[in-house]
T-cell receptor
């Protein structure tokens, strides 16, 4: 079975902490994405990457950074967590050269609570 | 990317066909129509996609109008497990933008 695995399903962190959300895919996909999902707002794109060491800002990159050192791994970093970053975070990947085409595979999500 | 318009919610009786509409009147020639669904507490799942021809797979059928300004996702025999939020997305070569989708409730 093809898989996108997110390291933690549930996390609780304190304001100001540095938070790492890890995502690993086993499909040799070039493109990887981080979304956040909030009630009433749907899924919003934070960052994406179309190759190792490459990254592009999505619609809401403020307060986040990313790292893609290996093809299979895409990390989302909250340098100093704030309460408004409490959310469900979803990682996804897709093969191919065009980041918008093809079947997007999602992980199960990481629910982050910042106190 | 072209924007899409979907009804906020729909109900469907178990065993009946569920027809989920989507308007995408500003779609351009090289943009595809994608459908995903999200069951509560899970990541979205790909269902089907198409460019201009109708498509069918084991999960659903996608009917795209000739002018490509709208489409309909058909679940031929809805079950309780099809209760989910369904997203219609139009995209060329940019990352998928998920709107709010249609919440489908399948009722026994």
């Amino acid at each position: 079975d093809v898989k996108v695995t997110q390291s933690s399903r549930y996390l609780v962190k304190r304001t100001g902490e540095k938070v790492f959300l890890e995502c690993v895919q086993d499909m040799d996909h070039e493109n990887m994405f981080w979304y956040r999902q909030d009630p009433g707002l749907g899924l919003r794109l934070i960052y994406f990457s179309y190759d190792v060491k490459m990254k592009e800002k999505g619609d809401i990159p403020e307060g986040y950074s990313v790292s893609r050192e290996k093809k299979e791994r895409f990390s989302l970093i909250l340098e100093s967590a704030s309460t408004n970053q409490t959310s469900m975070y979803l990682c996804a990947s897709v093969s191919g050269g065009a980041v918008g085409t093809g079947e997007l595979f999602f992980g199960e999500g990481s629910r982050l609570t910042v106190l | 990317d072209a924007k899409t318009t979907q009804p906020t919610s729909m109900d469907c009786a178990e065993g009946r066909a569920a027809n989920l509409p989507c308007n995408h009147s500003t779609i351009s020639g090289n943009e595809y129509v994608y459908w995903y669904r999200q069951i509560h507490s899970q990541g979205p799942q790909y269902i089907i996609h198409g460019l201009k021809n109708n498509e069918t797979n084991e999960m659903a059928s996608l009917i795209i109008t000739e002018d490509r300004k709208s489409s309909t996702l058909i679940l031929p025999h809805a079950t309780l497990r099809d209760t989910a939020v369904y997203y219609c997305i139009v995209t060329g070569n940019t990352p998928l933008v998920f709107g709010k989708g249609t919440r489908l409730s399948v009722i026994a």
